[in-house]
């Protein structure tokens, strides 16, 4: 929802434009996509509500990058209990 105009608008004219930094490690690199805009967003939306967030999804699709991008910047207030999970996770790892 565009708060100007109160339109929708789709997540893709909302991505902002990639900017490479050679300075930068691999594993931080976010290309920006619809769904990372998504993902950010709903992110914003519900930890500033006040609601946990589970995020999940493919490998590849920048949710740690993602999460700690907006742990950087997050209020003081935010709780953050961060747990990763890949194809080698299993119950004694917990």
């Given at each position: 929802?565009?708060?100007?105009?109160?339109?929708?608008?789709?997540?893709?004219e909302k991505i902002t434009e990639f900017k490479y930094d050679i300075k930068q490690s691999f594993f931080?690199?976010?290309?920006?996509?619809?769904?990372?805009v998504k993902y950010m967003f709903l992110l914003n939306t519900l930890i500033n509500r006040?609601?946990?967030?589970?995020?999940?999804?493919?490998?590849?699709?920048?949710k740690s990058v993602i999460t700690k991008d907006f742990l950087?910047?997050?209020?003081?207030?935010?709780?953050?209990?961060?747990?990763?999970?890949?194809g080698k996770t299993n119950?004694?790892?917990l």
């Amino acid at each position: 929802m565009d708060t100007e105009t109160h339109k929708l608008v789709s997540w893709t004219e909302k991505i902002t434009e990639f900017k490479y930094d050679i300075k930068q490690s691999f594993f931080e690199i976010l290309v920006p996509t619809s769904d990372t805009v998504k993902y950010m967003f709903l992110l914003n939306t519900l930890i500033n509500r006040g609601y946990n967030v589970l995020i999940t999804g493919e490998t590849g699709v920048g949710k740690s990058v993602i999460t700690k991008d907006f742990l950087k910047n997050a209020p003081e207030t935010t709780v953050n209990a961060q747990v990763g999970f890949s194809g080698k996770t299993n119950s004694k790892n917990l």
